[in-house]
């Protein structure tokens, strides 16, 4: 007799959501994915891969291709507005330790493998505002819904939501290859710039500034007048601007922590469970590691409650330890006074540990 297969519904067709339907799907699991968004993104930033999200993805039987279409971060350094060097990012120590190194890709192609590998079965344009109407009809539910997750609200209440970090950010991609990652911290300002496939860079931007400030149609024209004398990497990027190709974005991170990823039948994921900053690189990272996680456990165990506080277990203080990092970080880069101070911590600490795998 043909077993009826088990039921998961993903909210949020995003990395880490496309990610826990694939491996749920392999299985054997029947999976429903909605997503608020009418399509997957045509553009977007470059995302680095580190180790664990590397591991994730062989998991999910892409680690090889995604390898294929991303290219080796080689080098790194953290730079002063006049070029000088504060620290030099170790990456073969990095290698040594895990055996691989951190991967460049945009973040439209990583979602595009995903889709594809999850046989593009999402129902777009699918908001879904009161999670707890899906619990009645799946086995388990995935709130995979982001930053400003409804999800999280409606299981653990407003004290949960998203808090703003004190930054704001401007991202895009230009034309030409700058071949090395750098990040340049000023006096409360900073520039981050990063090789990306297609012979194309990535860069975002950085300043102190409050919540929600916005000059619309003259974002560029902001970005160059407060980097436009720092170094020539910079002044490069600055070059290539055009508006339209120009995103604001203001930083958030969650605080305080959630007391569980898990609220009856339903657990939740990536920047859901554990929005940080992004001064690490790990939010897209951590969402693959939640997912492999998360579907590894369901697959494993045959009750669903068992399989929740394993990927609880699992991930939420590791994760909530990656969050406060990433914050400390953005506390440091974004510091107004005693720079000098703070680039000798940096160095110090990148001397001494490495990156943090």
Do not use: K
Not at 170 to 180: K, L
Not at 287 to 311: F, K
Not at 327 to 339: D, P
């Amino acid at each position: 007799m043909e077993l009826t297969p088990r039921t998961a519904v993903v909210v949020g067709g995003g990395i880490g959501g496309l990610a826990t339907a694939l491996h749920l799907r392999a299985g054997g699991w029947s999976v429903d994915v909605f997503e608020r968004a009418r399509r997957l993104p045509a553009a977007g930033t470059a995302l680095g891969l580190w180790p664990g999200a590397l591991a994730a993805l062989d998991t999910l039987g892409l680690g090889e291709q995604v390898r294929d279409l991303s290219r080796p971060q080689t080098a790194g350094a953290f730079l002063r507005p006049d070029g000088g060097r504060i620290a030099t990012l170790d990456v073969a120590a990095l290698q040594r330790r895990t055996g691989d190194v951190v991967r460049l890709i945009s973040r439209p192609e990583l979602l595009g493998l995903l889709y594809e590998a999850a046989g593009g079965q999402v129902t777009f344009a699918s908001p879904v505002d009161d999670i707890r109407s899906l619990e009645g009809a799946y086995d388990v539910v995935v709130a995979a819904d982001g930053l400003n997750s409804a999800a999280r609200t409606t299981l653990f209440g407003p004290r949960y939501r998203a808090r703003y970090a004190g930054a704001s950010s401007w991202r895009g991609t230009v034309d030409g290859d700058t071949g090395a990652v750098t990040e340049t911290w000023g006096e409360g300002l900073r520039f981050g710039i990063t090789p990306t496939t297609g012979g194309r860079t990535n860069w975002f931007a950085c300043a102190v500034e409050p919540e929600g400030r916005r000059e619309p149609g003259r974002e560029a024209d902001v970005l160059r007048s407060r980097f436009g004398h720092w170094h020539a990497g910079v002044r490069r990027v600055l070059e290539r601007l055009d508006e339209s190709g120009v995103l604001r974005l203001d930083l958030y991170y969650l605080d305080p922590p959630l007391p569980s990823y898990v609220r009856g039948r339903t657990a939740l994921i990536g920047d859901a469970a554990h929005a940080m900053t992004p001064d690490l690189g790990r939010g897209a990272c951590e969402a693959l590691v939640d997912a492999v996680e998360l579907a590894a456990a369901l697959r494993v165990s045959p009750q669903v409650t068992t399989a929740l506080r394993t990927y609880d277990h699992a991930r939420r203080s590791a994760t909530q330890r990656l969050v406060r990092t990433a914050r400390l970080m953005n506390r440091m880069a974004h510091a107004r006074r005693l720079t000098g101070l703070r680039n000798a911590a940096m160095r110090a600490a990148l001397t001494l540990g490495g990156p943090p795998a």
